[in-house]
């Protein structure tokens, strides 16, 4: 079993940044990925950003590519998403996603708000 936390949403205005946190525990050794998701009202659950754990590579969203950067700290089993240059349309509940390739399972944090408006 693995244990998700997120931290780190709010209001902010346009233009902003934030930086999410999400906090990994439990059977951390299948991990292989690392990600985030969010889901605006209305619409269906997005990929934003995800990470390799074995070599760091990363997938952006198009829509989010240049202004989001997702990061991992795996000593400390944590995984960031600096978001810069928020739009109202990034708007959205974001998720920690993680795919144990030990039990083929995703694990998904509980949902942080993150409201872009002025």
């Known amino acids: 079993q693995v244990q998700l936390v997120e931290s780190g949403g709010g209001l902010v205005q346009p233009g902003g940044s934030l930086r999410l946190s999400c906090r990994i525990s439990g059977s951390i050794f299948g991990i292989n990925v690392m990600g985030w998701y969010r889901q605006a009202p209305g619409a269906q659950r997005e990929l934003v950003a995800r990470?390799?754990?074995?070599?760091?590579?990363?997938n952006y969203a198009d829509s989010v590519k240049g202004r989001f950067t997702i990061t991992s700290d795996n000593a400390r089993n944590r995984v960031y998403l600096q978001m810069n240059s928020l739009k109202s349309e990034d708007t959205a509940v974001y998720y920690c996603?993680?795919?144990?390739?030990?039990?083929?399972?995703?694990?998904w944090g509980q949902g942080t708000q993150v409201t872009v408006s002025s």
């Open positions: 996603n993680v795919f144990s390739s030990l039990e083929s399972k995703d694990y």
């Open positions: 990470i390799f754990r074995g070599g760091g590579s990363t």
